[in-house]
């Protein structure tokens, strides 16, 4: 048995630390009884507590006075039978048979999987858009907890448990966000007499807040940022601080996590701005508005270790991962190992990273996060005591299943590998597939999936989602698709097989990222491993380059257009140069034909020239001198749905481009991207089509996603000047602000708080003073 104890230190007021002898973990009760603490390699020196006086015990605070204390394991004790006996805990196991699975999505779906495999029930809870959802039909059984918004569904801790109870589940798997770090949550589990799969309550506790983590950590000997942790919130103390720290500084939520209730203050004059809307992020994602404040480090990655450990004292870490390419402080490509590192700075991050384990008695699966400078010196960030999104790329390089892990370490079990068990082997990544718009500033999107087709699972390819063909992204929750996870025995085979599994991953209904994760795996820093938190920003240009359509890409488009035409009247022929097509073209097309063709903001027309013999395409680009000569034909991708592949030759070159029809659009998916080509409807149409009143003219704000409005930052009558900020707008948890375009005055607001907007919609009816002018010259 390992015993534990708490080596408390009182913080005196000249901030130094004094040895106060050994207090009880379990009694709090102050023990002057001989032992020695081994501490990590971390630590400056070994320290060693003798027996004190007895007039020093009475002074030694209870343990939940002491602010920071330290958690550590004894491994060398020297104490009474009687402090043993009050210290000692035995292990239970507990089978589980069936599981409720606290959340929805993707991690639900991925918690499930692994469930089955062991042969154990699955719970499912939903919400009202959520009925019909995958994990839903994955479940053994399900019930309903409420409405669409978080808080009234996914976050009703109690709702939960009595669906626990009435189904009989053993145990709750959280998954991450919603309730997997709520400390109250974990506490009612474990009162009512159910396995919360996930940490004590009370280590959630000591890291979620991150004031209270920083001071362990900084007495555990893991290297830590200098900041403001305190407990005076007002905005003056707050800003007093940050001057002191010096500008920029990072403006945290101390219960936040995923980028939520983060914010960067680079002068002192935006400080307040920042200031506000991190709490108002912080309110609205976990009730709670105290912020801490760091020097904010330039130009850092962001490198985090992956840890386990189980109730019989052991720990692991499974290496590290690389989660520096961000956008709005939250990660889209994630790889492990980090590129780069070296084996000594490896060994040295997760041992720290143990420690850190070790110092809050961590059970289960947790990831503690550090930032490294260019010189790899690292520093405490956070722990995330849950699951993160990201794991699957610590599984895949050694070969566990981290579900399984908890599963089984919640029971009782030890840990199946110790970490001489442990090998690092190959390289993964991870990409996020999001409903979002990249070239809008990654605004999230939301709405229905009408055509998926996602690369099939295999050895070195995991797909994980939540969602299929025809569901629908909510304006409620994170809008992640899925996750494309890949292996490889190096890094740049890897890489090479995400992009592949990228461009096989073909969705239409919803703008992605997909694009703009292709741009960025091709970048060349990138590709040697050069990245960084500020790397988005950086590297903007080349990210995000002019899209201009190709001649090559305008006959393919046209081609695609003419075969679906053909094949809807069923004539058909053969290519010498394509013996197996079943859908070629013919020559009961006519003669000449020109396809007009709207690709984003360009506009071109293709003219089709077919010859007497039919068996070649005459193209050119009307405005342009050359003419390409094409043929091709369009198969079916088997188990590809909706999506097809249009085999084309064009002056002599074959390609192989997935496609998909959808109404008059049409999307290719090719190495570099989705590109999309409209055939515009007819005039007549058009103009049967417009609605009537939708005059731009006076809309002083547009919500610039689908969301619900949050807080009105003016009224009617009240001037603004260009930039003032008027709305509030949440989406996915996330806060925007939408400002002023021009100076004016507020004539109307169209919304009030607590409604649902979609994208584009109008906010506020102005009268802006160029108007004025305008109307005043024409008297």
Not at 319 to 337: L, T
Not at 342 to 355: C, M, P, Y
Not at 370 to 399: C, G, W
Not at 711 to 739: C, H, N, S, T, Y
Request: charged content about 20%; some cysteine; hydrophobic content about 40%.
């Amino acid at each position: 048995m390992i015993w534990k104890a708490v080596v408390s230190r009182v913080y005196s007021q000249t901030r130094s630390w004094q040895p106060a002898g050994c207090i009880c973990y379990v009694t709090g009760k102050p023990s002057t009884a001989c032992f020695k603490f081994l501490a990590s390699p971390y630590f400056p020196s070994e320290r060693n507590f003798t027996t004190l006086p007895d007039k020093l015990a009475p002074k030694c605070p209870p343990a939940n006075k002491i602010t920071p204390h330290l958690f550590g394991l004894c491994n060398k004790i020297n104490i009474c039978s009687a402090h043993q006996q009050a210290t000692a805990k035995a292990v239970q196991y507990v089978p589980i048979t069936k599981i409720l699975i606290a959340n929805r999505g993707e991690i639900a779906c991925r918690v499930m999987r692994t469930a089955k495999k062991l042969g154990i029930q699955t719970v499912a809870v939903y919400s009202d858009p959520d009925k019909d959802a995958l994990h839903v039909s994955m479940a053994d059984e399900a019930y309903h907890i409420g409405g669409a918004a978080p808080q009234d569904s996914y976050l009703r801790g109690a709702a939960i448990l009595e669906v626990a109870r009435r189904s009989g589940a053993q145990a709750v798997h959280p998954g991450y966000g919603f309730l997997s770090e709520n400390t109250e949550f974990a506490e009612a589990c474990n009162n009512d007499g159910v396995i919360f799969i996930g940490p004590p309550a009370q280590a959630i506790r000591d890291m979620g807040i991150k004031s209270t983590s920083k001071h362990i950590m900084e007495a555990a000997g893991v290297p830590v940022v200098g900041g403001y942790h305190g407990e005076e919130q007002s905005d003056a103390r707050l800003r007093q601080e940050a001057d002191k720290i010096g500008f920029p500084v990072m403006i945290k939520a101390v219960r936040g996590g995923g980028g939520k209730g983060m914010r960067i203050a680079l002068t002192s004059s935006e400080f307040q701005e920042q200031l506000e809307s991190a709490r108002r992020e912080a309110i609205k994602s976990f009730n709670d508005d105290v912020m801490l404040i760091e020097k904010f480090v330039q130009r850092p990655r962001h490198v985090e270790v992956q840890v386990f450990g189980d109730q019989h004292g052991n720990y692991v870490y499974l290496y590290e991962r690389d989660c520096s390419v961000q956008r709005r402080h939250q990660k889209i490509v994630e790889e492990a190992p980090a590129p780069g590192v070296s084996d000594a700075v490896r060994q040295q991050l997760g041992e720290a990273a143990v420690q850190a384990a070790r110092a809050v008695h961590y059970v289960g699966a947790g990831t503690v996060e550090f930032i490294m400078d260019a010189q790899q010196k690292f520093y405490f960030m956070e722990m995330n005591t849950r699951l993160q999104v990201e794991h699957p790329v610590s599984e895949m390089i050694t070969n566990t299943d981290l579900v399984e892990w908890q599963i089984r370490v919640a029971a009782g079990e030890r840990l199946p590998l110790l970490q001489e068990d442990l090998r690092l082997q190959g390289h993964s990544f991870e990409a996020r597939v999001y409903a979002e718009e990249p070239g809008n500033s990654f605004m999230p999107g939301a709405g229905p999936i009408t055509r998926l087709t996602a690369p099939a699972d295999d050895a070195t390819t995991r797909i994980e989602t939540g969602v299929r063909q025809g569901d629908e992204v909510s304006v409620h929750y994170d809008p992640m698709i899925a996750k494309v996870v890949v292996w490889g025995p190096d890094r740049n085979t890897a890489l090479n097989r995400l992009a592949s599994a990228l461009t096989r991953y073909n969705i239409v209904g919803l703008h992605t990222n997909i694009e703009f994760m292709l741009s960025l795996l091709a970048h060349p820093e990138f590709v040697r491993g050069n990245v960084h938190t500020d790397f988005i920003q950086e590297h903007h240009a080349a990210l995000f380059p002019d899209v201009l359509v190709t001649p090559v890409q305008a006959c393919q488009a046209a081609l695609a257009f003419l075969l679906q035409q053909r094949s809807e009247i069923t004539t058909k022929t053969v290519s010498p140069a394509f013996s197996q097509s079943n859908a070629f073209l013919r020559v009961n097309q006519p003669k000449k034909s020109n396809f007009m063709l709207k690709s984003g903001e360009e506009s071109l027309t293709v003219a089709v020239e077919e010859p007497p013999s039919g068996q070649t395409l005459s193209m050119s680009i009307v405005g342009a001198d050359d003419k390409h000569s094409v043929s091709g034909r369009l198969e079916a991708i088997e188990g590809g749905g909706a999506v097809q592949e249009l085999v084309s030759e064009i002056n002599g070159v074959i390609n192989r481009t997935r496609i998909i029809h959808h109404g008059r659009d049409l999307y290719m998916f090719t190495k570099s991207g989705v590109q999309k080509f409209t055939l515009p409807e007819p005039k007549f149409v058009s103009k049967v089509g417009a609605g009537a009143g939708t005059s731009g003219g006076g809309l002083g704000a547009v919500a610039p996603m689908p969301g619900v409005v949050e807080k009105l930052l003016v009224e009617p009558g009240q001037r603004v000047q260009a930039g003032d900020p008027l709305v509030v707008i949440i989406a996915m948890k996330m806060e925007f602000i939408v400002k002023a375009t021009a100076a004016g005055e507020v004539q109307a607001l169209l919304y009030k708080q607590g409604d649902t907007v979609a994208k584009d919609a109008a906010l506020v009816k102005m009268k802006f003073d160029e108007e004025e002018s305008a109307d005043h010259s024409d008297d």
